[in-house]
């Protein structure tokens, strides 16, 4: 079992910067993908941003590229979205997730979130001015 537990969320004006925060516990969380997703209202959930279990590698979706960062802290079981020039359409819920799947390829990111087998309760930004 993995537990997740995100915080940082709130409201931010357009432009601004917004760090989230996953705290994990349970199974060993070095060997654990960790991905971010987001939902909005009527839309379905959406890739954000994953990262290795070293954080030597990262994926974003193209709508944050430049934008946000995935980072982790093994020693303190934790992974961070650092999100910067957030923009209205970023609105949402966002969720932490682990992928406990083993790749053949060990820099492969699912961005698929079926791949991601345990879910943190999520934490709202809203963008607005």
């Known amino acids: 079992q993995v537990q997740l537990v995100e915080s940082g969320g709130g409201l931010v004006q357009p432009g601004g910067s917004l760090r989230l925060s996953c705290a994990a516990s349970g199974r060993p969380f070095s060997s654990h993908i960790m991905g971010w997703f987001r939902q909005s209202p009527g839309r379905e959930r959406e890739f954000v941003a994953a990262i290795s279990w070293n954080g030597g590698t990262t994926k974003y979706a193209d709508s944050v590229k430049g934008r946000f960062t995935n980072s982790r802290d093994n020693a303190k079981n934790a992974v961070y979205l650092q999100m910067n020039s957030v923009k209205p359409e970023d609105t949402a819920i966002y969720y932490c997730?682990?992928?406990?799947?083993?790749?053949?390829?060990?820099?492969?990111?699912?961005?698929?979130?079926?791949?991601?087998?345990?879910w943190g309760q999520g934490t709202q930004v809203t963008v607005s001015s």
């Open positions: 997730a682990a992928d406990l799947t083993y790749y053949d390829d060990i820099y492969y990111l699912n961005p698929q979130s079926d791949a991601y087998e345990y």
